[in-house]
């Protein structure tokens, strides 16, 4: 199983397309923390086109509660971030097995991923740039993770 976490996610737009694209490609998803709840968010369903109703959704209060629960389910657990410790995405990519348990974190639009997660999870990974920019948009990130580790 393949799982994205959107924990403190601000936009309710970006959330929505992280939620299509996990329709597309097979992917579950967990939010945490302030990310909007797909249900309250009538203005933007749009973005989804209904794919809320398709994708499997779990809701959890705090990012500890999804690693605790990610953890007694066997899931390997990884950050999508920007660290002098980091992995790069296409290398990390290589050592999943197919039928691994896989939850990815995807942090704050401006913070990103909270220091206190990073410290829990497995792995840290990030999406190598080639020019002026450092990272991407979360949506764009996501679509890009969730493409590379779909095994």
Request: net charge negative; hydrophobic share 45%.
């Amino acid at each position: 199983m393949r799982v994205v976490v959107l924990e403190n996610i601000r936009s309710a737009y970006n959330v929505w397309n992280i939620i299509r694209t996990a329709d597309a490609l097979g992917w579950k998803v967990w939010i945490c923390g302030y990310t909007p709840d797909p249900g309250d968010h009538k203005k933007v369903v749009k973005t989804s086109l209904w794919a809320e109703n398709e994708v499997w959704i779990k809701q959890f209060d705090y990012t500890n509660d999804v690693i605790k629960y990610a953890k007694e389910n066997n899931f390997k657990i990884i950050a999508a971030e920007i660290s002098e410790w980091a992995i790069e995405l296409w290398k990390y990519s290589k050592t999943l097995k197919a039928d691994e348990n896989l939850a990815v974190i995807f942090g704050n639009e401006v913070d990103g991923v909270m220091k206190s997660t990073l410290e829990m999870v497995d792995n840290i990974v990030y999406i190598s740039m080639k020019w002026i920019k450092e990272s991407l948009n979360v949506g764009q990130t996501s679509a890009i993770f969730m493409r590379e580790l779909n095994n």
